[in-house]
């Protein structure tokens, strides 16, 4: 059985990421070009298997659909003309494939067969069948495979279930504007994960098409109007949801440089969720609206204190897998205190956790989400790894870039307090960069104290702060130069984007190392004689900006120790 083994996450994490775009977007891409009546090119595509699965589905109904090598845009468009008028279009466990070729199948002539593995055939089907039916056309489950008997319905009023997934909603509305009459859908029961009914709504009007979700109706009119010739999904919300929570947890920057804000998915209102577990003692999280988070808030809460209650997750357990009862079965191996409801779970986090096999059952969302736990708990190994393909194809390897990447570290002091030798020591022990920023001032400038004495120190602390700009990325140790926090903008990006150490010298020490230093002086006095000063106007400041304090009189290894031990996640958890 392959395994992945995770490493745990030392110091937190500053890093950008190219996430991948939404499969459930582009799904919904796919089913509006494919009807549209001309060519459309979507872009912003990541090639996961649902997706895969998707474009294989339209092609097999004899629309074009074609992913180009790199899996970044998929060719879109009409029917063609040598089209078959029979097959079958697997779809492994993606159910919202299943779903939407469903719809497709539905309203293209022939007789279709929509199947999965063994996982899907067992998933709810039967609201999107009665909704077929009601529309005049045959839809029966035979055995464990799907029978679609396509025709040219007229569309018109449908009533259906969308208590189970609201996937059913959306894959009639996605096909509305391909029927003369459009779909008039009422709403019955409880809709699952309405967010996602109003997210469809949008992408359709993307396409020119008159959509609305009121109440418990839903429209979409008959006829496309204005066709993009090429369309963009958007990065995946649900993919950043680890990230989120591992920033939660940590204190880390963990960003997708490619998502958008106002995006329409419902994920990106995670931080909502996140607040709510900032609660002490006990918080109750309605997850409803954010169904794909679940199993993130879950495994988070089991390393904060205080219970925390889920509910809202009933529709997860006919996902790919139990979500509900799988995530509760592998949390409690790893020692975590959980309770099991209909709706969700109770987790009273605080217990000591431990490694373990995590069996995910071929859900790429439990494999991600208890790699968020292996970051903090030792010996967490994931098996069937490469279920992230699903959604998320390169997640490993960020996981192991965002690892790496850990924000970055800033000395300040006094000039003399020895930053740059306990820079050059801690970016050893860390297997960091280093970088100088005097060092490299003078790289870019010149030396220093003839720029001062051209220009001036205004001009010099302007160019500094676009030194410190420029050289403060992640994964580096970078010294500053003792003046640099005088700059407000230096302080703000300290304050925005590093961990801050103080390197804190006595006077007399400082006197003692600049003595005879041929830096320049700040004040107009001798520079020994100006160190009084200057460390009343700029202790200050190091203290303000700093996340841990460090004595400069203590030996280098000590110093060391110290401020590995201050970036670590052990001390700032």
Known sequence: MTTYSITPHLYPSAAELELPGSKSEVNRLLVLAALSGREVTVEGVSASDDVRYMVSGIAALGYLAQLDAEGRTIRVGPRQPDAPTSGEMFCGNAGTAVRFLVSLAAITPGNWTVTGDERMQTRPMQPLIDAWRQLGVVVTRDGKDLRVVGARPAGGKVLIDGSVSSQFVSSLLLIGAALPSGVDVELVGPVASRGFLEWTIKVIQRFGVGATLRGRRAFVEGGYGDVPASVRASADWSAMGVWTCLNHLTGGRVRGRNLKRRSGQPDEWLDEALRRMQTPASRTIDVSLIPDQFLNLACLAAMLDGTTRLIGAANVRVKECDRVAVVTRELRKCGA????????????????????????????????????????????????????????????????????????????????????????????????????????????????????????WPAFREKEAQVIKEELLPGRVLALGGGALETAAVRERLRQRAIVIYLEAAAALLRERIDGSDRPTVTGAPIVAEVDDLVSRRAPLFQAAADRTIDASLQLQDQVTAAAAALSLEHRS
């Open 337 to 456: 205190d959980v309770t099991e409801h209909e709706d969700g779970l109770t987790v009273r986090g605080g217990a000591p956790l431990h490694g373990v096999t995590v069996d995910p059952e071929g859900d790429h969302r439990v494999a991600m989400a208890f790699a968020l736990l292996g970051a903090r708990v030792p010996d967490i190994d994931i098996s069937e790894p490469d279920c992230v393909n699903k959604s998320y194809p390169g997640f490993w390897r960020d996981l192991e870039k965002v690892r790496e990447l850990h924000l970055p570290v800033a000395l300040v002091g006094m000039r003399g307090a020895g930053k740059s030798t306990l820079g050059r020591a801690l970016a050893a022990h860390l297997g960091a960069d280093f970088v100088d920023s005097d060092e490299e001032f003078a790289a870019q400038h010149g030396p220093i104290s003839p720029f001062v004495a051209a220009r001036g």
